[in-house]
């Protein structure tokens, strides 16, 4: 018998692995790109409750692209979130000289109202 065998039909490999030919099977290549906080939880969130879009994006080769431009966004959000959300609450560099702590208070407010925000429209969406 020959070690593998190409079938005209469907236009797989097949591999013999003891008396059976088997698929030979491999999964798109993937571009890797580096994947931030926003993305790896999403990738948590895909797992747990979007299980059939997070197989398809991964046999499709598309995860890793996904999560990153996902993590981009999310990203460049919350930066845009967190500067709106100051210049609309007056946290400025004269409230910096007056009070510290005060300032350092409100900047730790807005960061966590924002990382709710694109938690809630894009993360766990």
């Known amino acids: 018998m020959e070690k ?6 469907n236009g797989l490999w097949y ?4 008396d059976y030919y088997i698929p030979c099977l491999k999964l798109p290549d993937e571009e890797q790109r580096p994947i931030g906080i926003w ?6 969130y895909l797992q747990q409750y979007r299980k059939a879009l997070y197989t398809q994006l991964q046999f499709t080769g598309k995860l890793n692209s996904y999560l990153a431009d996902l993590n981009e966004q999310a990203e460049n959000m919350f930066l845009e979130l967190v500067k709106q ?3 609309r609450e007056n946290v400025t560099e004269q409230l910096k000289a ?12 807005i960061r966590e109202r924002a990382r709710e925000i694109v938690n809630a429209e894009l993360i766990y969406t």
Do not use: F, P, T, W
């Open 4 to 9: 593998s065998i190409y079938d005209e039909k």
């Open 15 to 18: 591999e013999l692995q003891g």
């Open 39 to 44: 993305g790896q939880r999403h990738l948590r």
């Open 85 to 87: 959300l100051a210049a």
């Open 98 to 109: 007056q009070d510290q702590m005060l300032l350092v208070q409100r900047i730790n407010c």
